[in-house]
């Protein structure tokens, strides 16, 4: 691409955060989760049992969805070593030490917990990059398997002590691509997302001798150097959906893409790196891009630096505009520290660019971050309408509710090519629910044929009503079953001399790692108490909120000190109780 006047003059104008907007009902919401050993990462240590690395790791994606987020990314292949059993990639330094196997399969403890929750669960692979200045020294003794640095040292170059693999050996890159078909072949992953899919700054110390020996039609040792990589990313693609065509694939690719006149000081994707991802979006040979935008809105120098910073504003209108209508995730930088207070604005300048979700890197960042009411309701990740392969499953036909209050449905029936994801649970008080943000109320697994979220003492009035609709692993949503409501109730006539009733929203985020908002109408003034008991009726807390007007309230209690596990939260208010039941995950 290239700029012209306007666009440069456009530049020099502030960027200006955008006015909120409502929440979406599609929207990719992901966290990056890296391997970082100790000092808050995980595994915490190597000692750890694997029971106890396991359950850690499900705590963070379990916070992960309590704090909004739809889609958990996890680092399988990190430095040329697996955190998954591998017959091709030795077990990661980060678990029990290099090559050596923890106990458990920490990729099938990550994907289980991820779709247990509704969540989607992509593999983050680094390519070209295999290591770091420790990595040979780590595994120089590790044989079954062994590292690609002892296996295949023709194929790897060493800059400023990191090991990179030279993307234009062919066998490298077969190799490569092998090692992904292992993790496809063998778990249920929602997406491949790749990272480090390009050289090093400046290319490979050999890269003069190899085009010289083989520069297949090629002038320019660049454009040879951009479609080596665009070579691995054709292939890999293409192996992918042939082995599951449901799988997407999509990248982080560096946030300043190619540079320009007026522009700002900045590592450039095409020209420095020689990665031309937007040119994979319109080869058909990737789903989606996460462009690493770990910057500020507008251009002041970032701490410690007298130039102008990239302009988080720019890149992201920058980004949507050149990716051909196929979904943009805009990659925020929670790490640093100048980006943190700029979160909500950055939220709702990549919603007005157009793109379709937000990833934060990393896990760890985002416990700091206070995401206001921007991820108020919870959000489907976005669909890839742009796939062939990608349709609707049908729509899932309900039972009726029962005594208890369970919503049972018949499985729904996807394509071949796009098969059933999640179900998805709409609400509404009075009126048949839409299939919208407001109404979204929960997403549960495709294992799972029924809902019971809700536990009422009395019939309400007017009825609440429910719809469900299932959602494919392309993103397709189905049309929504027929509506039913709380009128099928059977009640008690104890229960039906209860007083007029009051009505409590679903808790949010739920689950919840310590803090939840609640909702809450009532028809008349009253005096209003929380009580929270466990599952077997003992209260673990209990809150006094005062004498409150008739009409709607908000409320935030701290459930901090309570264990996870699964709860019910009751208000009473002047005799009448309303329940909902909220997860406590860590």
Known sequence: MRYGLALVCLLLLPSLSPAQTAPPLFETRAVWFATVLGDGGWPASTIDTPDRQAEDLRDRIADAGSRGMNTFVFQAVARGDAMYPSERLPWSARLRGPGLDPGYDPLAVAIEEAHARGMELHVWINVF????????????GV??????LTAHPE???TVDGNPWIDPSSPEARAWLVDNVLEIVEHYDLDAVHFDFIRYPSGGLPNDGVNFQFDDRGFEDIDDWRRDNVTQFVRDVYARILDAKPWVKVGSAPIGNYENFPGAWPALWAFSDVFQESRRWLAEGIHDYLAPQLYFTLGRTPEPGNSFDSPDFAFLARDWVDHAGGRPVFTGIGAFKDNVRPEILAQIDTSRAAGAQGQVYFRFDDLLALDFGDRYEHPALPAPMTHRFEAAAPSPPVLAEIGPSFRLD?????GAATDPVRAYVVFSRSGEPPELRPEDLIDVVDAATTSWSGIIYDTSPQPPDYYRVAAVSRLGILSEPSEAVNTSALVVSAEDETTPGPIRLERPYPNPASSFVNVAFVMDRA??????????LGRRVLAREAGFLSAGAHRDRLDLGGLASGVYLLTLEADGRRVSRRVVIAR
Not at 409 to 413: D, F, H, L, V
């Open 129 to 140: 990059r295999v290591g770091d200045t420790t990595t040979e020294g780590l595994f120089a």
């Open 143 to 148: 044989t079954d398997p062994p590292h690609v």
């Open 155 to 157: 194929w790897v170059q």
């Open 409 to 413: 449905w018949a499985p729904s029936t």
């Open 526 to 535: 009253a005096p209003v108490r929380w009580t929270v008991t466990d599952l």
